[in-house]
């Protein structure tokens, strides 16, 4: 099966640029993450999404963070303004099960850097 | 909410020789503890997990051993080899939340 892809690889904008970036889950799966790994660290969650409705987004920083995922496959992450603290991996993974027990697949990730 | 520590971050071994990394987490209620690998440029892979209902899983030079009582769990690689070089994530999860990640270590298998 096809992974999780991801676009673009990499990004440079200067702060307070806005940037999106673009994720297709495994086809079926019903859930889809975005995650945020800073330099160093591990994973973050930044928001999950079942099918296309919001499960948690308690940790995605809204005034600046948007997310969404219309019919529920394909879903597009924004920041709009840019910060230099956003620079980051940003990772989507899905999964079939729709829950932590089935694991995630991630895709490649997108490397944000703020300048 | 679950915090998840892992132990060491850097761990440097001579190839042949086995590897063992620690987690400890806090959530009482994580029942699946997922172990994922990544390579430089790429998004972690998972290589192995364990359910809270099993104490040890195996899967040819990798097992990862589970204790509830105490919280914490532990992926043993043996016969390293310089392919195994990476940085090693665990994570800890219960039913339909997300897993929470710890800090990685990066492993370095020295030929």
């Known amino acids: 099966e096809a992974g999780v892809a991801q676009s673009p690889r990499y990004k440079i904008i200067e702060k307070r640029q806005s940037v999106a970036f673009w994720c297709n889950p495994i086809?079926?799966?019903?859930?889809l993450y975005w995650y945020q790994q800073i330099l160093g660290q591990g994973p973050k969650l930044l928001i999950q999404?079942?099918?296309?409705?919001?499960?948690?987004d308690s940790q995605l920083p809204k005034d600046r963070f948007s997310a969404e995922r219309l019919k529920g496959v394909d879903s597009t992450l924004k920041i709009q303004p840019a910060k230099l603290e956003d620079s980051a991996v940003y990772l989507c993974?899905?999964?079939?099960?729709?829950?932590?027990?089935?694991?995630?697949?991630f895709g490649s990730g997108t490397r944000l850097t703020v300048v | 909410g679950e915090n998840v520590e892992q132990h060491p971050s850097t761990l440097s071994v001579q190839e042949g020789d086995s590897a063992v990394i620690k987690c400890t987490y806090s959530?009482?209620?994580?029942?699946?503890f997922p172990w994922y690998k990544q390579e430089l440029g790429k998004g972690p892979q998972l290589i192995i997990d364990?359910?809270?209902?099993?104490g040890e899983k195996k899967d040819q030079r990798i097992a990862v051993t589970l204790n509830k009582t105490a919280k914490h769990f532990s992926l043993h690689i043996t016969e390293t080899q310089p392919e195994d070089s990476a940085v090693y994530f665990c994570?800890?999860?219960?039913?339909?939340?997300?897993?929470?990640f710890g800090k990685g270590t990066k492993l370095s298998v020295i030929p």
């Open positions: 959530d009482s209620a994580s029942n699946y």
């Open positions: 994570a800890a999860g219960a039913g339909s939340y997300q897993l929470t």
């Open positions: 999404f079942q099918n296309n409705g919001v499960v948690d």
């Open positions: 364990i359910r809270s209902n099993v």
């Open positions: 086809s079926g799966h019903a859930t």
């Open positions: 993974a899905s999964s079939y099960l729709g829950t932590s027990q089935g694991g995630y697949t």
